[in-house]
């Protein structure tokens, strides 16, 4: 009986294991033929329509190239690309959110680039600064992020105001007089508390640094970034914003329309959804403005997007071809048509296109004041921190105090790793 | 005898089995304990030489991670408050649906069954309009009742609960379904029994119907708090974890750790934690039954 029972079983396992074996001598096969592997090439979010576009022009202009492209979500983006480079599986070129660019450099994943000095300085000087790590451009800014406010000038003007806020007092009057005005569910400002832009943005500006200058402690107990935390959480205490996360932000729109909100500080991409989603008739009603600073018109994020070559490609050259074509003015422009994205060269803001447009206005002034954050591989985590922490004072789970003082802990925590690879520049130690 | 002289046919079925499970189980478990001695990140990930063998440090960590701790209270939180609730609603609706008076039972189960097998994702999506602050349902039923809306996602106290409830409601339907498999294999001359010697409907409930139930209970219990203890794809779809912390859970905490930031050294640490929790909650609970 167990004779029986046992050879079948075997027989079966050891046809499984012969199929199996030949199929990996198949794999390998396939994969040691050489020549005409296309181009991998990864972009990240809703670009696609327009980057099948442009990959087609780049094949026309260069027959011998073929370029698959995948498309990734923003979301998911991230893990994404770590998970690719731990299997080893990292496409050609690939799209990269400027405030990675530290940590796949540190991961030694991606080649670094050169321009020429017309190039570099076509570009605005802080995007291009938050793509490079230790003065190297490790990838191409390809298109901008940055966040400035977007507001009802309806609203602002019924109020007796005509300009929109230059200074911080300037715009705490303003939402301090709208909040008065209006009952219900009104607030004058939309700022997520799921984001840490705006925190971040609000102590650049007061000069904080955020981390020290070789990025071994965090400093968010400075004085500077410690004005920027009061005004930031002053904001829900006196109820000007709305303490709420992204999640709950499902009316944001007809919210705008309905004019419950006055201010947003937002990036680009609501450009075009706002043209999309507010009736016709607010067009002209809704504007942008730079970020108003301590004293006078203030600086915002250096965001965006670049585009990167993988250091681990086998046909390097090909990959700097398809990413200088995608950065090519011209390609910029077709970006800008089918998107909105904003380009990163000071070239293509000159195009009748973008100067015809008065929302683009304010973004065109806010860029030549826009910073770099911290570029250390750890900056996400960072953030993230920062996002805790702000929100749990911000709905009184902590003071002001507890809550910098937990985050200067959990910063220097994250940066332990750092400071053992850096032993030599950190030796200072923690100064006062 | 035989079985020492060579392996019979017992072996050859089993081994195939356990192969499996030694591969895709027990490895893991040693590997992953193995790597929460490490601290393996994105730096390990760049270079082998820049891993550490660190000991008990994360776990030390750990004991002093904020984070760590708001993610374990929220867990026992969302066991303690959803466990008992999706048990005695599962019992509730097998008692009802097993009623003899019942019409269309077969129809009552499909309908309390799909919540279970409906994707999570398409369930979020309702469920987030349903709690929508403004313009959900819930809200609007309350209001009919006087009372004040609740932002149901947004208030970091309703949070959690709001979590507890669509999280019940999704998955009442599996152990009702284990329910009334129990139900329908205690005898009815039991029942018959009962009603001649006089006892009333909650007599023969506490006498029979409880009793024989209680291998069900061991295994719907089990597998609730295993279910229950793991918790991550609600809060992942519905809050990511916020409003503040509130519905960060372990897994969904571990998940961050290992996936977002790549620290693998210390969610491994995380993961066996929760590892050793849901084992302790299982012996407990086979105690208590044996009892």
């Known amino acids: 009986m167990a004779q029986r029972l046992t050879n079948p079983l075997l027989r079966l396992r050891r046809g499984r294991l012969v199929a199996f074996l030949a199929g990996i001598l198949g794999f390998l096969g396939c994969s040691s033929e050489p020549q005409d592997t296309p181009l991998s090439f990864w972009v990240l979010g809703g670009e696609g329509a327009a980057v099948h576009h ?69 570009f605005f000087s802080g995007i291009l600064d938050s793509s490079s790590v230790h003065g190297r451009l490790m990838a191409m800014p390809w298109y901008i992020d940055t966040r400035l ?48 832009q705006l925190p971040v943005i609000l102590g650049m500006q007061s000069g904080a640094s955020l981390l020290d200058a070789e990025g071994c402690f965090g400093r968010f107990q400075a004085a500077s970034f410690r004005a920027a935390f009061h005004f930031y959480i002053e904001l829900y205490e006196k109820g000007l914003a709305a303490l709420m996360g992204d999640a709950q932000m499902t009316s ?62 086998s046909q390097k050259e090909k990959a700097l071809a398809l990413v200088e074509f995608m950065a090519r003015p011209q390609s910029l422009l077709t970006l800008y048509q089918a998107t909105g994205d904003l380009p990163p060269k000071r070239s293509v803001w000159s195009d009748p296109l973008l100067l015809a447009s008065p929302p683009l206005k304010a973004f065109r ?24 922490y702000a929100e749990r004072s911000a709905r009184h789970e902590m003071t002001e105090e507890e809550a910098l003082l937990g985050l200067d802990r959990e910063v220097d925590r994250l940066l332990s790793k750092r400071r053992w690879l850096l032993s030599g520049a950190c030796d200072q130690g923690r100064a006062p | 005898m035989i079985l020492v002289r060579r392996p019979s046919a017992a072996f050859w079925l089993v081994f195939p089995a356990m192969l499996l499970i030694g591969v895709f189980f027990v490895l893991p478990i040693v590997a992953s304990l ?22 008990l440090e994360n776990y030390r960590h750990l004991l002093n991670d904020p984070l760590f701790f708001r993610a374990l209270t929220n867990t026992f939180y969302f066991v303690a408050l959803g466990a008992p609730l999706s048990v005695s609603a599962s019992l509730l609706t097998a008692l009802l649906i097993n009623q003899r008076m019942v019409r269309g039972q077969g129809f009552f189960r499909t309908v309390f069954f799909l919540p279970v097998v409906t994707t999570l994702v398409a369930v979020a999506v ?31 106290d309703w949070a959690m609960p709001s979590l507890i409830i669509m999280a019940v409601w999704k998955n009442f339907g599996f152990n009702m379904v284990n329910f009334i498999a ?12 009962a009603e001649v010697d006089g006892a009333g409907a909650f007599e023969q409930f506490r006498s029979i119907t409880l009793p024989l139930l209680a291998p069900t209970f061991v295994f719907v219990g089990i597998v609730t708090l295993i279910g229950y203890f793991q918790l991550f794809a609600e809060p992942y779809v519905m809050t990511q974890g916020g409003p503040s912390g509130r519905t960060l859970s372990i897994a969904l905490l571990m998940f961050e750790e290992g996936f977002r930031w790549w620290n693998l050294g210390y969610a491994a640490a995380i993961s066996f934690v929760l590892f050793l929790i849901i084992l302790s909650g299982t012996f407990i609970q086979m105690l208590v039954r044996r009892r």
């Open chain 1, 54 to 122: 442009l990959v087609e022009a780049f094949q026309q202009e260069t027959p011998d190239v073929r370029v698959v492209i995948q498309q990734i979500p923003w979301s998911a983006a991230h893990e994404k690309l770590l998970t690719a480079y731990a299997g080893d599986a990292m496409p050609d070129v690939f799209e990269v959110g400027n405030t990675w660019v530290p940590e796949f450099e540190a991961l030694g994943a991606v080649e670094p680039l050169m321009l020429s000095a017309t190039e570099k300085e076509d």
């Open chain 1, 149 to 196: 406010l977007f507001y009802r000038r309806d609203l602002l003007s019924s109020a007796g105001f005509e300009a929109p806020p230059t200074t911080w007092s300037e715009w705490l009057l303003m939402m301090e007089t709208l909040r008065d005005r209006n009952a219900g569910p009104f607030k004058a400002l939309i700022a997520p508390l799921s984001e840490w």
């Open chain 1, 252 to 313: 944001l729109y007809q919210d705008f329309a309905g004019g419950r909100i006055a201010f947003y500080v937002t990036g680009p991409w609501n450009l075009g959804e706002f043209h999309r989603r507010l009736p016709p008739s607010l067009e002209g009603v809704w504007a942008t403005a730079v970020m108003p600073g301590p004293t006078g018109p203030g600086a915002s994020l250096a965001g965006g997007s670049s585009l990167a070559v993988s250091s681990s490609s």
């Open chain 1, 365 to 388: 002034r806010q860029l030549d004041g826009v910073m770099a954050t911290p570029k250390v591989p750890e900056w996400e985590q960072i953030a993230s921190k920062i996002v805790l």
């Open chain 2, 34 to 55: 193995l790597l929460s001695f490490t601290d393996f990140d994105l730096y390990a990930l760049a270079r082998w030489d820049h891993l550490r063998l660190i000991g």
């Open chain 2, 126 to 156: 309702v469920w987030r309009y349903l709690y929508h602050p403004r313009s959900g349902l819930l809200n609007y039923v309350l209001s009919l009742l006087g009372i004040e809306p609740i932002d149901w996602l947004g208030d970091p």
């Open chain 2, 182 to 193: 129990g139900l329908k294999s205690i005898p009815r001359r039991l029942y018959e029994a």
